[in-house]
């Protein structure tokens, strides 16, 4: 979800929810303790270098079970947040603690907002010799490439 999705979205709520992969939901006092723009420079394991750029929100229950955060309150965050750090319209990363310190996609179920896992890859498939399809063989074709198959009365056995 981009940074403009999630306004939009903030605009036609009534609560701000996030439901984690599990199903369970961060707990209604939660806080957004930042919003910031995080960039990583990297080389992949092809040799090509990349730049990647997301906002970041960061999620954090404390012990204020009275703590409820509105979506005007969570717009008018992002919007300072944009308008002091110069915050474009980037991809959403949600980081929550839950045993650790997860990194999660955002997503909306048309109720609530989901954090959804997210994945590692490889960005230079075609230069570490994965093949973009496992190739397919016929059973029959295995014993006949094979120069070690053994054959009944062949004196392998």
């Known amino acids: 979800m981009k940074l403009s999705e999630i306004k939009k979205t903030l605009?036609?709520?009534e609560t701000v929810n996030f439901q984690l992969p599990n199903g369970n939901f961060v707990p209604e006092h939660f806080?957004?303790?930042?919003?910031?723009?995080?960039?990583?420079?990297?080389i992949d394991c092809g040799g090509t270098v990349r730049k990647e750029t997301v906002v970041n929100f960061q999620l954090w229950d404390a012990n204020d079970f009275d703590h409820?955060?509105?979506?005007?309150?969570?717009l008018n965050i992002i919007e300072l947040s944009e308008k002091v750090?110069?915050?474009?319209?980037?991809?959403?990363?949600v980081e929550y603690q839950d045993t650790t310190i997860g990194k999660y996609d955002l997503g909306f179920n048309g109720?609530?907002?989901?954090l959804l896992n997210k994945q590692t890859a490889c960005l230079a498939?075609?230069?570490?010799?994965i093949p973009s399809e496992k190739p397919k063989l016929k059973l029959?074709?295995?014993?006949?490439?094979?120069?070690?198959?053994?054959t009944p009365g062949g004196g392998c056995c």
């Not at 806080?31 to 990297?42: D, Q």
């Not at 409820?68 to 969570?74: D, G, H, I, T």
């Not at 498939?125 to 010799?129: H, M, T």
């Open 111 to 114: 109720k609530d907002f989901m």
């Open 125 to 129: 498939q075609d230069q570490c010799g």
């Open 11 to 13: 605009e036609t709520v």
């Open 140 to 150: 029959t074709q295995l014993n006949a490439d094979s120069s070690n198959s053994c």
């Open 31 to 42: 806080h957004v303790t930042e919003v910031g723009l995080i960039t990583k420079s990297f």
């Open 85 to 93: 750090l110069g915050i474009e319209d980037f991809e959403i990363e």
């Open 68 to 74: 409820r955060l509105k979506p005007n309150k969570l």
